[in-house]
């Protein structure tokens, strides 16, 4: 079915439509089928202009069995249209799910426009004759109904037909059996007149350029190795496999080419590990991971801090705590990020804000590592690693400079001082092994400010922390003003958001614009440091509002730091916000706001009806 | 000074043999005539530039004083160290020491070259990240028993299997010395610490075995007070290509005083040890009255008091047998209590390295054609809007 997805997504971006999907399939690899736990589903949400969310509603849904009937039928709207494939509509398949009697039949999908048809029987005559096994032949089903979809919505399936050829070109007969499939899927709606009408949806305006289609999870790499050759620096991955950041490493491991050494350690702590000991030796280290294994990286976190070394940890989010939910999205390793280590130590954070952003997430936190001789988190999640969106692919001379300077120079008279500091940015100096004269030792001992040496001196101690803080601190300087979309320039709430929550707020602040009322939006990339106008932006809004899919993380930190009771808006169902929920929260603080005048009540309690 | 013997330095395929020509690094190449007469031939090290000054052990010296405690054992195995780098010939800033956490670990603050005094457990794993991306360095990792066998036991054994190009001195006192006496993963039964007031309950390690377990391709054993063997098993581990694991008995005068000590009073040692010479019968004791036969029933070793009747089926060390059980075996003839320690090399086998078989992986990625960015960006399925 992700498959079936991703090839609807292609078709779709190469007609020029504006995308978003939402790939949603359980953790297991063999999920039992016909179960509610079972399905595997894929929305895609296309459309003539800029949209930012995969859809709250969708207005067709293709269902291959009771089970995907029952777990998606909740979303659809009245009037949409459900294609279902009746072969698996046995008595037995109802009731697993729990169906006493066939929803085909019993008047219960009344208020939809159903086409019920025997995908699996039509896919088996579509292949008849080309010699492959019943089973074989039925799992073609997912590329007629693609066929039928494509042929719905006005799609070319050319280059479908070009991608399965190249897939199974070891495998001519199953490539034979899912063309023709597919073929037939699409034959079928043009001859069948059960589908009285087609769409066609224009292409959406965009500025001109040259555009692809991309998951969080590849941008994230294709930054990172950007980042690589615009800092002219090695790249060493050190990772351990975990949902739902492995593609990463997947597609990192692809590109020895450009010099990346892609290491899959023993565990979370190698891989950290490592990558920190390819950093002292002069490469951009790396880490990528989720929440349970950057809980395992925190002292190495710790040591980079204090050896103040550049390293990216990148974390894709996923529900916690603990296993959590391993293949949905969350956003509530924010703190973790912020906080999760001992002693005062603090490391950057960015976040990307939508598929593609992550390309430009992960160059400007490769920045900030390679500037400031620090970690860096980059916190991504498990709806922008699996969404995709059109990506208009940037020129690479155009990306930023990062090239950093290693020292090569004594800095203290005849000594090297690795501890003494740049005065703009507080970085110390980046030391390789094979520079002569400059041997040192660095440890996570406590340093001496400037020789580096051992000291447990009280006073150097709280030197060091402070020091370490005004870093990280000065890095403000170097990014830019949080900006505000206040397109009337009366609102008096401003909603801010952080990470994928972009999409759905963006989506949700329009409809109440459209509704007539007025409400600013503003969205944070960097969560450690914040932006410096940030406390102004705060101050200048009668309310704001803070959705998270977490429990309130970013709004505790904005009420503990600026002292601005923030409303908290949370979720943690491990899908991302709905536009319409959303838009109906913030209509509703509109309100209070223009009804009271001043912030009244506890601001946690917000009402929506689900 | 010692000159290793003709076949430490010889004997065995080189790794560049062990790859196809088109697979061997252009840094190789570069740097392997380059050697000068100052250094020892050191297959393993052949990347790293040659110094063309002589060393002395002085130079290896930091002005940071040293803490350890009066009459450890670290002091002499520090010196040894500082005595023996100048035999490497390499440039000192080509040499990186890493640690974990414990009193050895302190050691890089002693060494005037790179260093590293990492989190406990840990070495292994950032050497491994430094040494696979910096053919150019000698990285040493000074670990203890309660760093590599305890909270790092994982990242120890995982190096060794990979033959990551690491020499690994793991400093074995049988005790936690840094905080303060509680018993370690090599501390024998029923040892009585702060933390086991009733004798300890844990079954220890023997390292030597769990590195044999991880079929680690060089494997050795030396005491702290004995300079000269200790030298010439750093010697051997130095020029050995990829992972070198060297336990070093090491005193802890303070919570756990004189446990080797049966392997270092003169009226003892001879009787309990077994000093491994490569080619060399494996005959022992104070008046060479000692041998180690195998038992044909078990295929253990065992002792036996060498007579003109057994005296034919004394075992012959062979460091290179490519079979781990071999030196396994050895390993298995020390109990708890030290009686029958072998020391010396048990293993040194060819197995291409981590390091050079990843480079291998870059290089021929790379021969075939360099890393296209902007190609990459750009993809195979793409529109333009005008």
């Not at chain 2, 060297?246 to 000590?261: K, L, S, T």
């Amino acid at each position: 079915m992700q498959l079936t997805g991703d090839r609807f997504t292609s078709e779709t971006a190469s007609f020029g439509n504006d995308l978003s999907t939402l790939p949603n399939f359980p953790a297991e690899i063999r999920a039992p089928q016909g179960t509610l736990p079972g399905v595997s589903s894929f929305q895609v949400h296309f459309a003539d202009h800029d949209i930012m969310t995969p859809g709250d509603r969708p207005d067709v849904l293709v269902a291959m069995n009771p089970a995907a009937l029952k777990a998606n039928l909740g979303d659809l709207p009245r009037g949409a249209t459900i294609i279902v494939d009746t072969h698996d509509f046995t008595k037995r398949a109802l009731a697993k799910v729990g169906y006493e009697a066939s929803p085909l039949e019993d008047g219960s999908l009344d208020g939809y426009h159903v086409h019920s048809l025997g995908l699996t029987e039509l896919t088996l005559q579509a292949v008849d004759g080309l010699g492959l096994s019943r089973k074989d032949a039925g799992r073609a089903k997912n590329m007629f109904a693609l066929g039928l979809v494509s042929w719905l919505y006005s799609r070319q399936i050319d280059s479908t037909v070009g991608f399965l050829e190249k897939k199974f070109a070891t495998k001519p007969d199953v490539a034979a059996a899912n063309v023709a499939a597919l073929k037939a899927g699409w034959n079928y709606g043009e001859t069948t007149e059960d589908f009285s009408v087609t769409y066609e949806v224009k292409p959406a305006a965009m500025p001109a350029g040259t555009y692809r289609n991309i998951s969080g999870n590849l941008a994230l790499a294709y930054g990172l190795l950007a980042a690589g050759q615009r800092a002219e620096l090695p790249i060493f991955l050190g990772a351990y496999p975990i949902t739902p950041a492995s593609d990463v490493l997947h597609e990192l491991s692809k590109h020895k080419r450009f010099g990346v050494r892609a290491f899959q350690a023993e565990d979370e702590i190698a891989a950290i590990g490592a990558a920190l000991g390819a950093s002292f030796g002069g490469a951009l280290g790396i880490t990528t991971s989720s929440g349970p294994g950057v809980a395992l990286k925190s002292e190495t976190i710790g040591l980079a801090v204090s050896l103040e070394l550049p390293l990216v940890v990148v974390d894709v989010q996923r529900g916690g705590p603990s296993t959590g939910l391993p293949t949905k999205t969350e956003q509530s390793d924010l703190l973790q990020a912020m906080f999760g280590r001992n002693g005062e130590a603090p490391v950057p954070i960015v976040a990307p804000r939508s598929p593609s952003d992550c390309f430009d997430a992960a160059l400007e936190a490769a920045r900030i590592a390679l500037t400031y001789r620090t970690p860096v988190f980059l916190l991504s999640d498990g709806y922008l690693a699996n969404g995709s969106e059109p990506w208009k692919v940037p020129a690479v001379e155009e990306l930023p400079d990062l090239r950093t300077e290693f020292a090569t120079e004594k800095n203290h008279g005849d000594e090297f001082w690795p501890y003494l500091r740049d005065p703009e940015t507080l970085a110390r100096p980046w030391a390789v092994p094979g520079t002569p004269g400059l041997e040192h030792r660095i440890g996570g001992i406590e340093k001496a400010d400037g020789s580096g040496n051992i000291s447990y001196d009280p006073a150097n101690h709280d030197l060091m922390v402070r020091t370490r803080q005004a870093k990280i601190d000065g890095i403000t300087r170097s990014i830019p003003p949080l900006e505000v979309d206040d397109p009337t320039g009366d609102a008096e709430v401003l909603v801010l958001g952080w990470g994928s929550t972009y999409g759905p707020i963006g989506a949700a602040a329009r409809r109440v614009r459209k509704n007539g009322m007025s409400i600013a939006q503003a969205h944070l990339r960097h969560l450690n440091p914040f932006p410096a106008n940030l406390p102004e932006v705060l101050k200048a809004y009668k309310r704001v509002v803070v959705p998270e899919m977490n429990l309130g993380q970013l709004a505790l930190l904005l009420r503990g730091k600026y002292l601005v009771d923030v409303v908290s808006y949370n979720q943690v169902r491990g899908l991302p916000f709905r536009a319409e929920e959303l838009e109906e929260v913030l209509t509703n603080v509109v309100n209070e706001a223009g009804d009271t005048g001043t912030i009244t009540g506890s601001a946690d309690e917000i009402e929506v009806t689900r | 000074m010692t000159r290793p013997t003709d076949r430490q330095v010889d004997e065995g395929r080189s790794p560049e043999e062990l790859q196809s020509p088109n697979r061997r690094s252009p840094i190789a190449n570069a740097v392997a005539n380059t050697a000068t007469a100052v250094a020892l031939d050191f297959p393993s090290l052949r990347l790293v530039p040659k110094t063309d000054t002589p060393q002395k052990a002085g130079d290896f010296k930091t002005d940071q004083e040293v803490r350890w405690c009066p009459g450890c054992g670290d002091y002499a195995i520090l010196a040894a160290v500082q005595g023996f780098m100048p035999q490497l010939g390499l440039k000192k800033e080509n040499i990186v020491f890493v640690s974990g956490i414990g009193c050895s670990s302190r050691f890089p603050y002693y060494m005037n070259t790179y260093g590293m005094h990492s989190i406990h457990g840990r070495a292994p794993a950032i050497a491994t990240g430094l040494s696979t991306s910096r053919p150019d360095l000698s990285v040493w990792v000074v670990t203890g028993d309660g760093d590599a066998l305890s909270i790092g036991g994982n990242h120890l054994i995982h190096a060794l299997r990979r033959n990551v190009n690491l020499k690994i001195l793991l400093f074995n006192n049988r005790i936690y010395g840094l905080t303060k006496g509680q018993y370690s993963p090599t501390s024998e039964v029923g040892k009585i610490t702060k933390s086991t007031p009733m004798g300890s309950l844990d079954y220890p390690f023997n390292p030597i075995s769990l590195a044999l377990g991880a079929e680690a391709t060089f494997v050795g054993r030396a005491i702290d007070s004995d300079r000269k063997q200790l030298t010439s098993v750093l010697q051997a581990a130095a020029q050995h290509e990829g992972s070198a694991l060297v336990e070093i008995y090491q005193n802890c005068n303070i919570f756990n005083d004189g446990a080797f000590e049966l392997l270092k009073d003169k009226d003892t040692k001879d009787d309990w040890t077994i000093r491994l010479e490569h080619g060399q019968p494996l005959r022992f004791g104070a008046h060479n009255d000692k041998g180690v036969v195998r038992n044909p029933n078990t295929g253990a070793f065992e002792i036996v008091d060498v007579t003109p009747d057994n005296e034919n089926t004394i075992v012959r060390h062979d460091a290179h047998t490519e079979d781990p059980s071999y030196a396994f075996a050895l390993s298995r003839l020390s109990t708890q209590d030290l009686r029958y320690t072998p020391v010396g090399v048990f293993r040194d086998v060819k197995r291409p390295t981590y390091d050079a078989e990843m480079a291998a992986q870059l290089e021929t990625a790379q021969q075939r054609g360099g890393g296209n960015l902007q190609g990459l960006l750009h993809g195979n399925d793409t529109w333009t809007v005008n």
